[in-house]
Every structure is written in structure tokens, then in C-alpha cells.
């Protein structure tokens, strides 16, 4: 296995345990920042060590087991639907600051402001078509009792998740998701 770091402070995860998990969240209806597919893959190499040293080579595991995506899905947890009653309203709100300064900073460049209890931001010109006429903005969300979320701002509308850590580095990575939905990069990820 090749190991990878991103500082001193992480621990190693393989190349193949990110391409394992980045493939794995391809086929979920999520989306995920970057930092937690390689807590997944943190996680995942060390599942695969495990294995190693009970002579379980890492190819053997995928016929019996999707290891990736269990090691995804169980990270995801920590992020995504553990309710934490440490975050207050007043923590939410700071987090939507930390989203808008991020989402109109200058390397995303975005229109976004405060709307009730989500972040709104603009629609581009290649953002897919989302609400009753397709021209609906983005809501962007995150919850006190789960995650971050996005959807069109329009009664009705999907909603997505974005795995990501509820901190100012959270909220940075999920503008980048953002960015990236609104300038079509994505594509309609409502239709996965």
C-alpha cells in the first residue's frame, strides 16, 4: 500500500483506500468533501491492515463484503445524522457566516445571504434547472441535529447532503461543493 498524508497530524491512509471510497461515494445519494473521504480511507486502510495481519489479503475482502463503503457510510455518521446538542443556534449562524464569507470569497466568487434558517445563493447560468419554472436559487443548510445540506430554493424541492464537518474548514469545503453545483460541474446530482 502507498501511504499519503496530509500533515503530521493525519494519519496515513492509502491511494487505493481513497480511490476504493471515492468510488463508493460515487454510487451514494450524497455528496462528500474532500477531508471526510479521506477520514474514510483512514479508516478503510486500517480495516485493510487488520486484515493483512490476520493473512486476509485486501482483494479478498470485496467478494464478500463492500468494505469501502461500509468504512464511508459509518464515517459519514460522525458528520451527517449524529445529533449534536452542542450546536447551539447561535453556533449555526456562525456557521452560515463562515459559509457566506467562503462562498463570496474571491476564489469561489458566488452571490450568497442569509435567508431564515439557510444561506441562499445565486443560481448561475449552467446551474441545472431546479423549482416550478427551473430557475430556482440554492439553499444551502446545516442542521443542529444533523448536517449540511443543499436543495433548490423551492417548495418541494430534493434535498442533498453534503457530508462535511460542521467547522469554519467544513463550511469552506461545502462552498467548494456549492461552486461546483452552480457552475454545472456537477450536474443535476438530484437525479443520482
Same mark, same amino acid.
Given at each position: 500500500?502507498?501511504?499519503?498524508?496530509?500533515?503530521?497530524?493525519?494519519? +496515513?491512509?492509502?491511494?487505493?483506500?481513497?480511490? +476504493?471510497?471515492? /468510488?463508493?461515494?460515487?454510487?451514494?445519494?450524497? *455528496?462528500?468533501?474532500?477531508?471526510? @473521504?479521506?477520514?474514510? =480511507?483512514?479508516? $478503510?486502510?486500517?480495516?485493510?491492515?487488520?486484515?493483512?495481519?490476520?493473512?486476509?489479503?485486501?482483494?479478498?475482502?470485496?467478494?464478500?463484503?463492500? *468494505?469501502?463503503?461500509?468504512? *464511508?457510510?459509518?464515517?459519514?455518521?460522525?458528520?451527517?445524522?449524529?445529533?449534536?446538542?452542542?450546536?447551539?443556534?447561535? /453556533?449555526?449562524?456562525?456557521?452560515?457566516?463562515? *459559509?457566506? /464569507?467562503?462562498?463570496?470569497?474571491?476564489?469561489?466568487?458566488?452571490?450568497?445571504? $442569509?435567508?431564515?434558517? &439557510?444561506?441562499?445563493?445565486?443560481? &448561475?447560468? +449552467?446551474?441545472?434547472?431546479?423549482?416550478?419554472? &427551473?430557475?430556482?436559487?440554492?439553499? #444551502?443548510?446545516?442542521?443542529?441535529?444533523?448536517?449540511?445540506?443543499?436543495?433548490?430554493? =423551492?417548495?418541494?424541492?430534493?434535498?442533498?447532503?453534503? #457530508?462535511?464537518? =460542521?467547522?469554519?474548514?467544513?463550511?469552506?469545503?461545502?462552498?467548494?461543493?456549492?461552486?461546483?453545483?452552480?457552475? &454545472?460541474? @456537477?450536474?443535476?446530482?438530484?437525479?443520482?
Amino acid at each position: 500500500m502507498t501511504d499519503t498524508t496530509a500533515s503530521t497530524d493525519v494519519p +496515513a491512509y492509502s491511494t487505493e483506500a481513497y480511490a +476504493a471510497v471515492e /468510488k463508493a461515494a460515487a454510487s451514494r445519494h450524497s *455528496l462528500y468533501v474532500p477531508s471526510v @473521504l479521506e477520514h474514510a =480511507a483512514q479508516l $478503510l486502510t486500517d480495516l485493510w491492515a487488520t486484515g493483512e495481519r490476520h493473512g486476509v489479503a485486501t482483494s479478498e475482502w470485496g467478494w464478500a463484503i463492500d *468494505l469501502a463503503g461500509g468504512a *464511508l457510510d459509518v464515517v459519514a455518521r460522525f458528520y451527517d445524522s449524529t445529533p449534536n446538542p452542542e450546536r447551539t443556534p447561535a /453556533k449555526i449562524v456562525a456557521l452560515q457566516g463562515h *459559509l457566506i /464569507k467562503a462562498l463570496t470569497s474571491e476564489e469561489i466568487g458566488l452571490t450568497a445571504r $442569509l435567508s431564515g434558517p &439557510g444561506v441562499i445563493v445565486e443560481r &448561475g447560468p +449552467a446551474t441545472p434547472r431546479g423549482g416550478f419554472h &427551473g430557475d430556482a436559487d440554492v439553499e #444551502v443548510r446545516i442542521y443542529s441535529d444533523g448536517g449540511w445540506a443543499f436543495s433548490f430554493a =423551492a417548495d418541494g424541492a430534493s434535498v442533498m447532503s453534503i #457530508v462535511a464537518p =460542521a467547522s469554519e474548514a467544513g463550511a469552506s469545503q461545502v462552498a467548494e461543493v456549492v461552486r461546483a453545483f452552480v457552475r &454545472g460541474e @456537477l450536474g443535476n446530482v438530484f437525479r443520482r
